[in-house]
């Protein structure tokens, strides 16, 4: 059956507030006051964030696919074919309470393919390549599943019915047979609540253990690419040679790094540890870096003492570093070893 959609372009342009999608809206207006919130360093990993970000993960990009799939609120509206196969269909066409599960389940059932697509984009699937994906998901649904409804005629379409939702919320709470049958219902309310809030809490708040900063040295190949070899040697007495100090922010906050260079003369102990004999500050280096950036910079080695088989160490620190930096106070460290001649003179 046909549906007349010049009269639904007519409807918009004589009654343009009556023909606005108010739930496609608020949803669009909820995924950016959040990913406002979120974005703001005081809110981000605290229990706000949670309630925050719980409904963006596990239902807003679902209602806005189930808003493109089924815009309207008859049988004659519903898709055909495997789509309709997954969802009950009755001459009501899809209930509030069918397209809430739906919505739910939908979201939940988004999560893997994205973790792939982001792995295959090689983004990573970290917190903000997740909320940023379904905000943008959510939006871009919610923008289709609204002109789609547009196109129906008013009786069509889908609308959220406040006061029928309120009369069977009452009529849980107020209208049971017995006192132990509203408790029951509020109890049942309560443990889905929190079950949402849960699972939530593991996406929209990473675990103290996910928490990290990485520091390595590395060295551009002919190609340009960094790699983890080919670090510079032997130095001759006043000889300068490039590294790339690299370090990832994992921490899920801006970081305010420092990384300071050393170069020790070193003599294993009995214990198996480097014991240090002499050492001198070479420079420091600090950046601020964004959660999820890395920050390459270029250190030219110019070392000061001469000797076989020193040690290169570069100190890495979250915080300010200590009045004497060493291996054991430092967050993270890595080091090179290098051989330093001295000048050859004639005669």
């Known amino acids: 059956m046909s549906h007349d959609t010049s009269g639904s372009v007519r409807e918009w342009v004589t009654d343009p507030v009556g023909a606005i999608p108010v739930d496609l809206v608020l949803l669009t207006l909820f995924v950016a006051a959040v990913d406002f ?28 696919i189930v808003a493109v799939l089924f815009p309207g609120a008859g049988p004659e509206n519903e898709p055909s074919g495997w789509v309709r196969a997954t969802v009950r269909s009755n001459r009501a066409g899809l209930t ?55 196109h129906l005629a008013p009786s069509d379409r889908f609308g959220v019915p406040v006061r029928a939702l309120w009369r069977r919320l009452r009529a849980g709470v107020v209208g049971t047979d017995t006192a132990m049958d509203a408790v029951l219902n509020v109890a049942l309310a309560i443990a889905v609540l929190a079950a949402v809030a849960s699972l939530g809490y593991a ?66 102990a009995s214990n198996g540890e480097a014991r240090v004999l002499r050492e001198t500050e070479l420079t420091r280096l600090d950046q601020r870096v964004e959660a999820g950036e890395t920050w390459r910079t270029r250190h030219d080695i110019a070392p000061t003492m001469i000797g076989e088989d020193q ?29 330093v001649r001295g000048v050859e003179t004639d005669g």
Do not use: C, M
Request: aromatic content about 8%.
């Open 96 to 150: 509030v309470g069918e397209r809430l599960a739906v919505s739910f389940g939908t979201s939940l059932a988004l999560l893997p393919p994205l973790g792939v697509a982001l792995s295959l984009a090689g983004v990573g699937f970290t917190p903000w390549t997740v909320l940023t994906s379904l905000s943008a998901i959510t939006v871009g649904g919610g923008a289709v599943g609204a002109v789609r409804r547009v």
């Open 37 to 64: 919130a979120l974005a703001q360093p005081a809110v981000y990993g605290t229990p706000l964030a949670v309630v925050l970000g719980a409904p963006l993960v596990l239902f807003a990009p679902g209602y806005a």
């Open 311 to 339: 040690r290169l160490v570069y100190l890495l620190y979250t915080d300010d570093p200590p009045r004497n930096p060493t291996t054991s106070n430092a967050d993270e460290h890595a080091h090179i070893w290098i051989n």
């Open 203 to 268: 996406v929209a708040v990473p675990s103290d253990g996910e928490e990290f900063s990485n520091l390595s040295l590395v060295t551009e190949n002919e190609s340009g690419e960094y790699v983890t070899s080919g670090y510079p040697r032997n130095f001759s007495a006043g000889e300068t040679k490039p590294l790339t100090v690299a370090v990832e922010n994992h921490e899920e906050r801006t970081v305010e790094y420092t990384v300071v260079a050393k170069l020790q003369r070193v003599e294993q």
